[in-house]
């Protein structure tokens, strides 16, 4: 294919992924996915290899990229297939990130050409604790786990696959529906491209923008200084008694790749702070993407050149059954400020300071259980964006990895027994410097009835740091009725009580120019 073409092919197919989650924004249910956008949509080849992507959740992709080729390798699949499976340690990132997989045939034949998939949060995903995201100790805590399953079955839905979900319906329901939905949609589009452009010009587009993207990175790379730079972190604590949790990256740049080594981590730890292997990808994938020039087309060619080390038994990479539920949100957040922060020893003209370092996880809700109902909800907060060599920090946005929106004040209140009594930028929070760190927010909720509470939040010992010379981010807060909450915890709140969370500010890059009166 000549520029042009292969152009527009890259737009055809990442087309396919936008209409995709268009269809899975305005068919869900919850608030979590239609108005906080917490999903993503993607196509894979016929290998498990991703060749386009929707501009969705960074850890969603970056996540499934990393693991789709041992999902569905070694697999029979037949036409109107679709699988279903949120098990961290197969290919997902945490219980509450379910995944849908559906292959794509050529009609009227059984010529396999590759794989549609829509990975969405779900707020209640079985766990005895509202909104899914408990102070966790163990996986089996965290909800039903779903290994590989198939949801559909040549077209037929399986009454198995309905009872594993608890969905006693006929059909599906809900943000299941809704993702079904969107994969078929995704099927119908990709069948239809192959009508209008011929299998042989399908794959060789695939071909030739993996080769493309590689080239991108490559020539990336080569532009980077060769040569072994360090960095270390720490977490604030895993909700089970165990601080300054290590994280550590020796980044080795090489002449034509990145070797990204995190053996020196920290070791699995009680509370769910740990993280699969694809997790710690998607936050590498995400800091080298973040390096390459305009917009490269999204998909594998991307990261064939950097090479990950982890530990099995580490925080980066738990063995089963290590819980993990705050490892995809907080940890994963935390990995970018470590690639950063060794890129920014390579590039100290490029690299921006720390972010807000956490994604402020808020989930809460009430189980009846003599009246069979409850109600569940989860967001994430936006905080303030390190300032960078050039720019100051973006105030009240939701940082890397995230990429998700806020619940709509209107919405909130409308699906749950909550009123929000404030909602506002955290002035002065961002670190201060030549270029200061953006500001976090502060939210405020009030409770309507009783309901479990849980935070699972980051940066609250441990402040976004600054570079060179540059001023630290404020630390985040979270109180209720006015007294301290820990960045973790599971408490039962009564009507009337008053929840506040301040989020942090980033990070702040050059020293502080002070002006004479």
């Known amino acids: 294919m000549n520029p042009i073409e292969l152009k527009l092919f890259s737009s055809r197919v990442s087309a396919i992924c936008d209409e995709m989650g268009t269809v899975l924004r305005r068919t869900a249910f919850s608030p979590n996915i239609k108005d906080r956008l917490d999903f993503s949509c993607a196509l894979f080849s016929k290998s498990g290899k991703l060749f386009a992507q929707a501009a969705h959740i960074p850890v969603h992709l970056g996540s499934m990229a990393f693991a789709m080729q041992s ?3 070694n697999r029979q699949w037949s036409s109107g297939d679709m699988l279903v499976l949120n098990d961290p340690y197969l290919g997902g990132t945490h219980l509450p990130d379910v995944t849908l997989i559906a292959p794509v045939f050529v009609e009227q034949s059984q010529v396999l050409i590759g794989f549609v998939a829509s990975r969405a949060h779900h707020a209640n995903i079985g766990c005895d604790t509202p909104g899914s995201m408990p102070i966790s100790s163990s996986l089996k805590e965290e909800g039903l786990i779903i290994s590989p399953t198939l949801l559909f079955k040549a077209g037929q839905l399986q009454q198995d696959a309905l009872s594993l979900l608890e969905i006693r319906d006929d059909s599906l329901s809900g943000d299941f529906a809704a993702q079904a939905g969107a994969n078929k949609l995704g099927v119908q589009r990709l069948q239809k491209l192959l009508t209008a452009i011929s299998i042989e010009n399908y794959d060789q587009g ?6 493309y993207a590689d080239r991108i990175t490559a020539n990336t790379i080569a532009g980077l200084e060769v040569g072994e730079y360090s960095f270390t972190d720490y977490l604030d604590d895993d909700g089970c008694g165990k601080s300054n949790i290590q994280l550590a990256l020796t980044l080795r740049i090489r002449p034509d790749h990145l070797e990204m080594d995190f053996r020196d981590s920290s070791e699995q730890v009680a509370g769910n702070l740990n993280c699969p292997e694809s997790v710690v990808a998607a936050a590498a994938f995400y800091c080298v993407r973040c390096l390459l020039p305009g917009d490269p087309p999204a998909c594998e060619g991307l990261f064939r050149r950097i090479h990950l080390q982890t530990r099995a038994g580490s925080i980066v990479n738990a063995n089963r059954p290590a819980a993990v539920a705050a490892g995809n949100v907080e940890t994963s ?5 470590l690639v950063f922060g060794a890129l920014a020893k390579a590039l100290p003209d490029r690299i921006p300071a720390a972010s807000q370092g956490t994604m402020n996880n808020v989930a809460m809700g009430h189980i009846d259980h003599e009246a069979g109902t409850r109600w569940d909800y989860y967001e994430t907060l936006a905080g303030g964006i ?4 050039n720019t100051a920090g973006r105030d009240a946005v939701h940082s890397h990895l995230t990429n998700t929106l806020n619940t709509p004040v209107e919405s909130l209140e409308m699906h749950y027994p909550l009123r929000l009594h404030r909602y506002a930028v955290r002035r002065d929070s961002g670190g201060k410097g030549k270029h200061g760190g953006g ?6 909720y009030e409770f309507l009835d009783q309901a479990q509470l849980t935070l699972l939040s980051e940066r609250r010992l441990i402040p976004p740091w600054g570079l060179n010379e540059g001023g630290e981010g404020m630390k985040g807060r979270n109180s209720l009725n006015g007294e301290p909450l820990p960045g973790k915890c599971s408490i039962a709140v009564q009507k009337g009580d008053r929840l506040l969370i301040e989020t942090p500010g980033g990070g702040s890059w050059g020293a502080q120019v002070l002006e004479i009166p």
């Open 71 to 73: 999902i569905v390798e």
């Open 386 to 389: 390190g300032g960078g060599p």
């Open 206 to 211: 695939m071909d030739e923008l993996n080769d």
């Open 439 to 444: 500001a976090g927010v502060v939210r405020e």
């Open 333 to 337: 957040s935390r990995l970018v400020d």
